[in-house]
């Protein structure tokens, strides 16, 4: 199911129903979900208002009753961010300048299918950064708040010094330095605050920090009243922001206990205690704290993640207990191939993290391919057994545009499973800079995998039951492509995707119809009453020996034309209307059936009908998500069972979801229902044909 949030709510001010529809058609298909409303009147549009709140309002530039200035006017008036539209055809310069000055952010040549897609997306994208900018800003304000009201009740001394000066400072800090109130200590350097034994020690750091260099973490020296006490104090250093400027968050803390043993329980906080590396909180702290640093544009840093290859097996040979002394053995074995700037840590189980600074792409690649030959190489002797194992390595460099921790454990994460993915024992490393040659690269070899399942039946073919509600005679049955691979099935949306932009559906199609119709012989020849609905691309509608050469493949299995239902979705059916009602015209010529998926998903889906003969109609997924929740979709349900009855079509509902849904179906009167619920695909057991 598409999530909520992806739907995008469309409203089009377009005086032409076929001309919203064909937009709607182009963002659907190209895998864009639309929630689209039509607005032809100021009154429409106002009534649109009231219904939803668009995300995108796209303006036909040629609208007799709205233009683009009024529309803005009228968005602008409710206070709402939306984005605002102009297309057109053949727009030229003084149309663009005039629609942009007029309140639209962006102009899109309406006839343009990529141009009217990545328009769409770009200012979707656009609206939901800034709605996310927004939500952080008041976010932001919100900690801002709490963090000043923590500070004010902190037992701990905090000051914050910008430029050596204090810019704030807590009460508790107020307190230990004999003060009354801030403003005693506003314009104070905070070398006031430290005694002249250490003053010049301390005066070196302030000109080395203000050269950009980190700060120790922890300073020993001794503090200065105002009243010319002295006191042994341990200076804590952080960094941080005060009202947008930078600064240094420093906490001085008396010194009631051995400075050597304090910096030892810190240290043992951010270690584990299993390996002796760092643990997964300070390697993430130090992860942001890289992040931040590649913002700032630091270059050459990374992340390596490294995981044991096999580990199960490994930990059935050694056993659990023995577990902790493998993992340290490990440990000790990747210290001992790093640098001294290079944080190793533990972050789960079994997974190591290595975060890596002033090493290039070509210096991390490196690193990781002698990291894995250490431990190829490597024989750990735990207990009484001798282990050799592999490790794979996945890595991401940290550059401006991935700079977040979370991204780049993500991106590493992907890395790895890649590496893992394809065999284990090797290094797979992401750049950001490179990921568009990878993707040519990646589109290269799936377009070999597919020609090369074209070419070895190397295709697989899964039925999934369409169950009826009115009890219509024989069985019915959807069918599913996978494709094989070297480590399992591939489902479609993984391949089918490239193959469509690569023109292998044509071929791909022929072949899931030859091997359907012999599917079909075989349940015949059993006694089984079979009917399939067989997907079909719109490249496809384009071959003009497609329909001789399903009758000749029909005539040569001696079977029935009606064993076949053609679908197509609702959408591609609109934007290829004259061959794919040539198409379904020829069905009807050599009784196969035709169906629509998705439908109702247009502004007027049963408008189409006139234009095309069409048996079946799929209820488009979206109404089906949380049913029994939804009136509103139930309503509509209703309503389109009714038409379509009232047409001579039955209908079809997709990915019903449990047992309430199908209650809800039977009194909405759909024909026929389909989905895991009811029973997971399975795969055709029979011999492929070329």
Request: glycine share 6%; proline share 4%.
């Amino acid at each position: 199911m598409t999530k909520p949030d992806n739907i995008i709510k469309l409203l089009l001010v377009d005086d032409s129903v076929d001309d919203a529809e064909q937009t709607i058609s182009i963002l659907r298909n190209g895998g864009i979900a639309v929630r689209p409303a039509r607005a032809s009147t100021d009154i429409e549009l106002e009534a649109a208002f009231e219904q939803q709140t668009p995300d995108i309002i796209i303006v036909d530039v040629s609208s007799k009753n709205l233009s683009i200035k009024q529309v803005h006017d009228a968005a602008e008036r409710g206070g709402r961010d939306i984005a605002l539209i102009g297309c057109g055809r053949g727009l030229n310069e003084e149309a663009i300048v005039k629609a942009t000055r007029d309140g639209a952010r962006a102009m899109m040549l309406r006839d343009s299918h990529e141009h009217v897609q990545m328009i769409v997306r770009r200012e979707f994208e656009a609206l939901t950064m800034r709605r996310g900018v927004r939500r952080l800003e008041a976010s932001l304000r919100e900690s801002e708040r709490r963090c000043e009201a923590l500070l004010d009740s902190s037992r701990d001394p905090i000051a914050f010094v910008h430029e050596g000066m204090h810019v704030r400072a807590n009460k508790a800090y107020l307190e230990m330095f004999a003060l009354d109130d801030f403003e005693d200590v506003e314009s104070m350097s905070i070398l006031d605050m430290i005694a002249p034994q250490d003053a010049d020690d301390f005066k070196a750091l302030l000109k080395r920090l203000s050269k950009g260099e980190k700060p120790p973490q922890r300073l020993n020296l001794k503090a200065q009243r105002t009243d010319g006490s002295t006191f042994d104090a341990t200076m804590e250093f952080a960094e941080a922001s005060y009202e947008g400027e930078p600064c240094q968050q420093i906490t001085f803390r008396l010194q009631a206990v051995d400075p050597n043993l304090t910096q030892e329980i810190e240290a043992m906080r951010s270690k584990d205690l299993v390996t002796d590396l760092y643990n997964r909180q300070y390697l993430m702290t130090q992860l942001e704290e890289a992040a931040a640093r590649a913002v700032n544009g630091k270059t050459d840093q990374s992340l390596l993640l490294i995981e044991p290859d096999n580990f199960k097996p490994v930990l059935d040979t050694v056993g659990l207990g023995n577990t902790d002394v493998l993992l340290g053995d490990m440990a000790t074995l990747l210290r001992k191939h790093l640098g001294d700037a290079d944080v190793a840590g533990r972050i789960s189980e079994h997974t190591f993290a290595v975060l890596l600074t002033n090493h290039d792409i070509e210096a991390t690649r490196k690193l990781g391919d002698k990291l894995r030959n250490a431990f190829s190489e490597r024989i750990f002797e735990v207990g009484k057994q001798s282990i050799n194992l592999t490790v794979s390595i996945g890595a991401a460099l940290i550059g401006e545009k991935n700079a977040n921790a979370a991204t780049v454990m993500n991106l590493a994460t992907t890395s790895l499973r890649s590496a893992q993915g394809e065999g284990g024992n090797r290094v797979n490393l992401i750049d950001p800079s490179e990921q568009d040659k990878a993707a040519v690269e990646s589109t290269r070899r799936w377009i070999e995998a597919i020609d090369h399942a074209l070419a070895n039946n190397g295709f697989v073919l899964y039925y999934q039951p369409i169950i009826s509600l009115h009890g219509a005679e024989g069985d019915f049955y959807e069918i599913l492509l996978r494709m094989a691979g070297p480590k399992g099935e591939i489902p479609p949306a993984q391949f089918l995707p490239i193959a469509e932009r690569n023109g292998r559906m044509p071929a791909i199609d022929r072949w899931v119809i030859a091997n359907a119709i012999r599917a079909i012989a075989e349940r015949e020849r059993a006694g089984n009453k079979t009917t399939f609905f067989v997907k079909l691309t719109p490249q496809s509608l384009e071959d003009q020996t497609l329909l001789p050469w399903i009758a000749q493949q029909l005539k040569t299995a001696r079977q029935r034309g009606d064993s076949l239902v053609f679908e197509m979705p609702e959408s591609k059916v609109v934007t290829s209307l004259k061959p794919a009602r040539a198409f379904a015209k020829g069905l009807e010529q050599i009784h196969c059936g035709f169906a629509l998926e998705q439908f109702g998903s247009g502004l007027n889906s049963f408008q189409l009908l006139k234009h095309i003969p069409v048996n079946y109609l799929k209820l488009d997924r979206n109404y089906m998500a949380d049913l029994p929740k939804h009136k509103e979709n139930q309503e509509k349900l209703k309503e389109l069972c009714d038409q379509a009855r009232h047409a001579g079509k039955l209908t079809v509902a997709e990915f019903v979801e449990d047992a309430a849904s199908m209650s809800i179906l039977f009194t909405c009167g759909v024909n026929f229902v389909q989905g895991n619920f009811l029973q997971e695909p399975e795969k055709i057991l029979s011999h492929a044909v070329a």
